[in-house]
């Protein structure tokens, strides 16, 4: 067991859970202001791919990030030109969009790279590896707090970040009546298209993070479907989470830890088959636990009003 359970493990669990935290608060976000984004996968993978194109035309790590922001960012724009202005159903439109992903990224890939399956240049650098001074000398903590990418302590800065806007700012209480209540926020004067596109393009900004963090900061590659369902992880990270950003971490540290313990038992000659799994078995258990049924609501609302 302290073979299993040992700091290497606990700093593992922190990197895994980067991505899928900052696309559930973009899943969150985007839910705050009436839509139920399913395409966060498609985003995610988005992010990673033009994350590693940036690298490859730029040679800069920084322009590489915001390259895949800005990219992402378009793409979301997709999701809600058609969601928002063409009324479409917004749970449809997500899934258009992982497919689309999925597709062009496989794509690209072999028009951009003439590679099949993977893309690897030992030459490219990737997110640098940040050291916390005086926290780093501390037995445990700096080995668990420590070494990580500027976007993992970006995650971390952005939940209470996002805790206080949407629950201490008056931007906030808007963008919160406008996902309660369209008609009623219209009426009252709020300006409901431009806070839903806002929370659309904040979505894919952070979907953009995260796919930079999968392809640039944990690994220096991509390959094809490379996000293997994290934007899926995602999305129940913020079902569970309740769309607030610090139920939102903790569910996103419950599937981090568990992608980081299904690695580490590869190493105690257990079937890779099975350890890969466990992230996805424990995303089904926590849904039929779930209980709650405001999402199921959530989602109805959301395919009423695209009517």
């Known amino acids: 067991m302290d073979q299993l359970l040992d700091v290497s493990l606990f ?9 899928i935290l900052l ?4 899943g969150a976000i985007c ?17 990673a791919f033009f994350g590693i194109v940036g690298n490859y035309l730029t040679g800069n790590v920084w322009l590489a990030v915001l390259f895949a922001v800005v990219c992402v960012m378009l793409f979301s724009l997709i ?4 969601s928002i202005h063409l009324k479409a159903n917004a749970i449809i439109v997500g899934i258009s969009l992982n497919f689309l992903a999925l597709g062009l990224t496989s794509f690209c890939l072999r028009a951009i790279f003439h590679v099949k399956g993977a893309y690897y240049d030992k030459d490219m650098k990737g997110l640098p590896q940040l050291d916390i001074p005086l926290i780093k000398d501390i037995p ?6 420590s070494g990580h ?9 952005l939940v209470f970040v996002f805790q206080y806007f949407l629950f201490r700012t008056v931007r906030g209480f808007r963008l919160l009546a406008v996902g309660e209540n369209p008609v009623a926020a219209k009426s009252l004067g709020i300006k409901v298209t431009r806070i839903q596109y806002g929370a659309v393009l904040i979505s894919g900004l952070l979907c953009g993070l995260a796919g930079a963090q999968l392809s640039l900061g944990q690994v220096t590659m991509f390959t094809e479907n490379m996000t293997s369902g994290r934007g899926f992880i995602a999305l129940v990270a913020t ?8 139920g939102v971490a903790a569910s996103s540290m419950l599937f981090g ?18 350890t890969d799994m466990l992230p996805y078995v424990m995303t089904l258990v926590m849904m039929y636990f779930f209980k709650n049924k405001s999402y199921v609501q959530e989602a109805r609302k959301t395919n009423e009003s695209s009517r």
């Open 23 to 26: 696309a559930a608060l973009g």
């Open 257 to 274: 830890f568990m992608d980081a313990i299904s690695i580490r038992l590869q190493g105690f000659s257990m079937p890779t088959k099975f």
């Open 239 to 246: 079902m569970l989470g309740q769309s607030n950003p610090f």
């Open 31 to 47: 839910s705050r202001a009436g839509l139920f984004n399913v395409g966060l996968e498609g985003l995610v993978l988005f992010g």
């Open 149 to 157: 990418s500027p976007l993992v302590y970006l995650a971390i800065v």
């Open 140 to 145: 445990w903590v700096g080995g668990i707090l």
């Open 11 to 19: 700093n593992s669990a922190l990197r895994m859970v980067t991505p």
């Open 79 to 82: 999701f809600g030109y058609l």
